[in-house]
């Protein structure tokens, strides 16, 4: 009896670090598979950083300008993984009958979907590395390692899979969100002050710009990593504590979101059928 | 002993955009005992594919409950997954990018099995068994239909669970790779004691396969019942009766209830007689009539057969509960159907 008690609590434990790993061994080996469109990808981003950053700054961009806008750039770069991981990925496993392997798991829904987006994290992690690292060696651009940049980053990056969850539980309802999500990812390149900082913006659009998800970690972001300032100052000032609740709200509504998107799919018969 | 599924009064009604309802299963009732092989037959439409993904938790029933080994799918659904393996009809079920060894060992983690010494010698006996060892490495995109339906297959078992759907497992396979798939349920129940059901539109193979049947028109069960049980309902008295040559019209007046049709240069009579005829008295009545006789062979319904007729009557009037109305139609003449 003891015995079993053991076992099912070491598996209890184990089970979320199985089922990442697992997610993990996936992701890597799809992306391996697709390793010509993920080369092709990573440098048409690293182009179009370069791009943009040339023609906002008129030609003639400094590396301690640019600093800025890398960190905004890559901070897009996780929002448009995650935002293509959860719309696109799902649309994609419905129509080839995965995603209904998966709801066949006798694991908590929950916990697989956590482990896909800790994997997906993970993944885009190392290629924004890959790519932040090759655009700072060619360019010369210098961003400090901070350790008080990870709260602030791992709250923004928290409110992103928060919008990512509810446009997941859109696509398994509506399935053609495909317009919506890539209109949301130039609508963040654009709006989340990498290139063009919120308070350059008119009030109404920046209002809105700080609505958006990273928008607000970006900012916080740049002051902590690049203008040194500390976490306490930042908290001072409230920005840290409107990205708390910024991050909170989007994590509560998107988990909620996708929660009736799944029951909404469940009841309609929805998760197979495209 | 426990059923190993259970269903009551299971209804699924789908709201269209119309605003009408529609109802793609009604209060359906339905058993199945631990290792049959049981198959769920009906025409396109008839809620099969409904009433399968309600067995598997992905779709909410509207009322009802399922019990997977006493498991409720609602109330207990950790459980009642562990207790089944799928693979669902139109869809690829696996990753086509990743090879069979990487889905199998992917999909036993998802499905619980955290022992990586376990899961791999489990996946190298399914890869063995259903003769893809060899090509584990090769991605499932580049295997032929049959190979994959098959690595379907062996994901749905990698977490060796005592209850196997199966919604239509040979479609679009070739007659080899059909036969694969066959001999491997057959294996399933016979040799592991599994409970295999079988949603196919292949009566032939229902037939040979299934230990029960139960046959749905329009959401509702009109048959449940062991197939051979079924099969013997629909035995009748019938005959074909094989002639040299033609006959002429008035020759066929003489054995009445008989239809005539040519096959081979010959003439076959097909036919069901009261149950006070015998041989003898057809054998009298074709010479008598100046035929010239080669044979006489009773004809035993198949599942086709019985599946159409059942399915026929439905879409005339209300479907009703197996047994009754069945014993009460056994005097029908199928040779209308096609016997």
Not at chain 1, 208 to 228: C, N
Not at chain 1, 244 to 265: N, Q, T
Not at chain 2, 43 to 71: D, E, H
Not at chain 2, 195 to 221: F, K
Request: hydrophobic letters at 45%.
């Amino acid at each position: 009896m003891t015995m079993t008690r053991s076992v099912l609590m070491t598996r209890t434990v184990l089970m979320p670090g199985t089922v990442l790993l697992n997610e993990c061994y996936k992701r890597i080996i799809l992306l391996w598979s697709y390793r010509f469109n993920f080369l092709t990808e990573t440098l048409m981003i690293g182009f179009l950083f370069v791009g943009i950053s040339f023609f906002v700054s008129g030609g003639s961009p400094a590396p301690e300008q640019m600093a800025p806008a890398l960190l905004g750039y890559l901070t897009w770069f996780f929002a448009a993984f995650a935002i293509g991981d959860m719309s696109q990925g799902i649309r994609e496993e419905t129509q080839t009958g995965t995603l209904e392997q998966m709801y066949m798991s006798p694991l908590p829904s929950g916990l697989l979907l956590a482990g896909r987006s800790v994997a997906s994290l993970l993944v885009s992690s190392a290629m924004v590395i890959l790519v932040g690292g090759i655009l700072m060696l060619l360019l010369g651009i210098r961003i400090p390692v901070r350790l008080e940049g990870a709260p602030i980053f791992i709250l923004t990056i928290t409110g992103l899979y928060g919008f990512a969850f509810l446009l997941g539980g859109a696509t398994l309802v509506f399935k053609q969100v495909n317009a919506l999500s890539n209109l949301m990812t130039n609508m963040l390149l654009f709006l989340n002050g990498s290139f063009l900082t919120v308070e350059r913006m008119p009030v109404w659009l920046e209002t809105f710009a700080r609505s958006l998800p990273t928008t607000q970690g970006i900012d916080v972001l740049r002051r902590v990593v690049l203008d040194d300032l500390s976490l306490t100052s930042v908290w001072q000032d409230g920005s840290l504590v409107w990205l708390v609740a910024h991050s909170a709200i989007f994590l509560i509504v998107g988990w909620g979101v996708f929660l009736w998107g799944e029951r909404v799919a469940r009841r309609r018969g929805l998760l197979g059928q495209y | 002993m426990k059923a190993a599924i259970e269903i009551e009064s299971l209804s699924k009604i789908f709201r269209s955009r119309g605003g009408d309802d529609i109802e793609a299963v009604s209060r359906l009732d339905l058993t199945v005992e631990p290792g049959q092989v049981f198959g769920f037959l009906g025409s396109n439409g008839a809620g099969k594919t409904t009433t399968i993904k309600m067995a598997c938790g992905l779709v909410q029933p509207t009322t009802g409950t399922v019990r997977l080994n006493g498991f409720d799918i609602r109330r207990q659904r950790g459980q009642a997954m562990q207790q089944i393996g799928s693979v669902l009809e139109g869809t690829r079920n696996v990753y086509w990018r990743m090879n069979a060894w990487q889905n199998l060992l992917y999909f036993g983690r998802i499905k619980g099995v955290t022992s990586g010494k376990e899961l791999k010698a489990r996946a190298e006996q399914l890869l063995r068994e259903l003769d893809l060892w060899e090509r584990r490495k090769d991605p499932v995109g580049e295997y032929s239909r049959g190979m994959q339906q098959k690595v379907a297959i062996a994901a749905a078992l990698i977490a060796d669970p005592p209850i196997v759907l199966l919604d239509e497992p040979t479609l679009g396979l070739d007659v080899q790779a059909s036969r694969t798939v066959r001999d491997w349920i057959t294996q399933l129940s016979a040799e592991r004691g599994k409970t295999v059901v079988l949603t196919t539109h292949q009566l032939d193979m229902a037939e040979s396969l299934c230990d029960r049947v139960a046959i749905m028109s329009r959401g509702q069960l009109l048959a449940h019942r062991p197939t051979s049980e079924l099969l013997d309902l629909f035995r009748r008295e019938f005959y074909k009766i094989r002639v040299r040559g033609g006959i002429r019209p008035g020759e066929l007046k003489m054995i009445p209830g008989f239809t005539a049709s040519r096959e081979n240069g010959h003439t076959v009579l097909s036919g069901e007689v009261s149950a006070d005829v015998t041989v003898f008295d057809l054998v009298e009545q074709v010479q008598g009539a100046g035929m010239d006789l080669i044979g006489i062979s009773p004809a035993e319904p198949n599942l086709e057969e019985i599946f159409i007729e059942l399915v026929e009557r439905a879409e005339l009037g209300p479907a009703q509960d197996s047994a009754m109305e069945l014993d009460a139609s056994h005097s029908r003449n199928i040779s209308e159907t096609g016997g």
